[in-house]
């Protein structure tokens, strides 16, 4: 089991940038591919990134490709998400997820393909 736990949130100006950590327990953090979501108020949990188990391989949802990158560092059981050139359209809570095992496409894109979650840490973008 893995807990997770998020920060780096607060608030920003539009055109500004954010970087948002989330640290995990346990010692097989390198086993889990790790996934990033977020939800505005009155929609639905959304897929943001997505990194494979040594970091290597990652996807992104088109609304932030070019502009997020999200990391790893195994040695820290440790993930990011750089923010870049933020939009107010990217205000919402920003989750961290985590599947051990598991696949960073397909059923990694979305919310069903995680099983651990952090509580979340709130970005709010002003225009």
């Known amino acids: 089991q893995v807990q997770l736990v998020e920060s780096g949130g607060g608030l920003v100006q539009a055109g500004g940038s954010l970087t948002l950590s989330c640290a995990a327990s346990?010692?097989?953090?390198?086993?889990?591919?790790m996934g990033w979501f977020r939800q505005a108020p009155g929609k639905e949990r959304e897929f943001v990134a997505t990194?494979?188990?040594?970091?290597?391989?990652?996807n992104y949802a088109d609304s932030v490709e070019g502009r997020f990158t999200i990391s790893r560092d195994n040695s820290k059981n440790t993930v990011y998400l750089q923010m870049n050139s933020l939009t107010p359209e990217d205000t919402a809570a920003y989750y961290c997820?985590?599947?051990?095992?598991?696949?960073?496409?397909?059923?990694?894109?979305?919310?069903?393909?995680?099983?651990?979650w952090g509580q979340g840490t709130q970005v709010t973008v002003s225009s």
């Open positions: 346990g010692r097989t953090f390198s086993s889990y591919t």
């Open positions: 997820a985590a599947k051990f095992g598991g696949l960073w496409y397909g059923p990694g894109l979305s919310v069903k393909g995680y099983d651990y």
């Open positions: 990194i494979s188990w040594g970091g290597s391989s990652r």
